[in-house]
């Protein structure tokens, strides 16, 4: 068997582009998202390895770097890596964003990223079944994506018309909208089937009117959310409603000064894949 190392040239490694045929090593939904910076490492013509990132336009959000189990410690997640960074660079995109793993951190911290933040992942074993949605909160609706764009772009730090509106089709009755007195935007919160999240609010009471609607839905198993450091009353507030600490990652970039937006005021990641 052919041993690889930490650079695995002249091996039988190689790369291309993944693609929707490959939908059972990368999930479609990110592809449907991002299309078009998606690597695939193929070991003896065998996909081996993948990693992706989706270009938000002011940075790229780099996640989803898996190996398979029984190739892994021999330098393919690292080598799949490179040759994304070499990807983005070559187009122009520079400013990069990840939440690395305890696994992925070493290869991150070799090239070139710093830590700038955690994620904290939380879990609800038995999540209570809310029977009103409150009223500050409606389902969000196709004429709503102009303004939460507006609403949340400098909060993310970026533009994320095209998730959104990918959201709402795949989500159209888990996607809330909290507004104040004068029909303001004060929040929105997509309730997946297994994480809570893109959840950004104005206030901690907006965000808690927010999680209170999404406990009005069933949910696959365990509901997850991932909160950012910088905001402990995100933590807070899943901790009062009986959210239980699962794991963290550090929150990682190369290429920019500063964290884009405002961390503080997001309650939960859309995932660690597309932050």
């Given at each position: ?7 695995p ?11 929707v045929?490959?939908?059972?090593t990368v999930a479609d939904?990110y592809?449907r998202w ?8 193929e070991?003896?013509g065998q ?5 992706g ?14 190996v ?12 799949v890596?490179?040759?994304l960074?070499?990807w983005l660079g070559d187009v ?14 070493p290869?991150?911290?070799r ?10 992942r939380v879990?609800h ?8 949605i409150?009223?500050p ?8 994506l102009?303004?939460?764009a ?6 993310f ?5 095209q998730?959104?509106g990918?959201?709402?089709?795949d989500f159209p009755?888990?996607s809330?909208l ?8 004060t ?18 009471d907006?965000a808690?009117v ?7 839905l ?11 450091g ?5 933590l ?5 409603f009986?959210f239980?600490?699962?794991?963290e990652?550090?929150?990682?970039q190369?290429?920019?000064?500063g964290?884009?937006g ?5 309650f939960?990641?859309?995932?660690f894949?597309?932050?």
């Open positions: 068997m052919v041993e690889l190392t930490d650079d040239s002249g091996t039988d490694l190689s790369f291309r582009p993944a693609s045929d490959d939908a059972e939904r592809l991002e299309p078009n910076y998606w690597v695939l490492a070991f003896r996909p081996a390895g993948v990693v990132a989706t270009d938000y336009g002011p940075f790229a959000y780099i996640g989803m770097m898996t398979r189990k029984e190739l892994q410690g021999r330098g393919i997640g690292g080598a890596f490179r040759r960074l070499e122009g995109v520079s400013f990069l964003r990840l939440d690395a793993t305890e696994e992925g951190f290869i991150y911290a090239n070139g990223f710093e830590v700038v933040d955690r994620a904290v879990e074993p038995e999540p209570p079944r809310l029977s009103t409150p009223g909160v409606r389902l969000l609706r196709p004429s709503d102009g303004d939460l507006a609403f949340d772009t400098p909060i730090g970026a533009d994320r018309s998730l959104f990918a959201f709402l089709e009755d888990r809330f909290s507004t104040d007195g004068s029909g303001q935007i929040g929105f919160l997509v309730a997946q089937h297994r994480r809570l999240g893109p959840w950004v609010a104005r206030s901690p907006d808690e927010l999680l209170q609607a999404a406990l009005t069933s949910f696959e198993g365990s509901p997850a959310a991932v909160a950012p910088a905001n402990p009353e995100a807070q507030l899943l901790d009062r009986g239980v600490w699962k794991r990652s550090r929150h990682m190369r290429g920019g000064s964290v884009p405002d961390r503080a005021a997001i939960g990641l859309t995932s894949a597309v932050g």
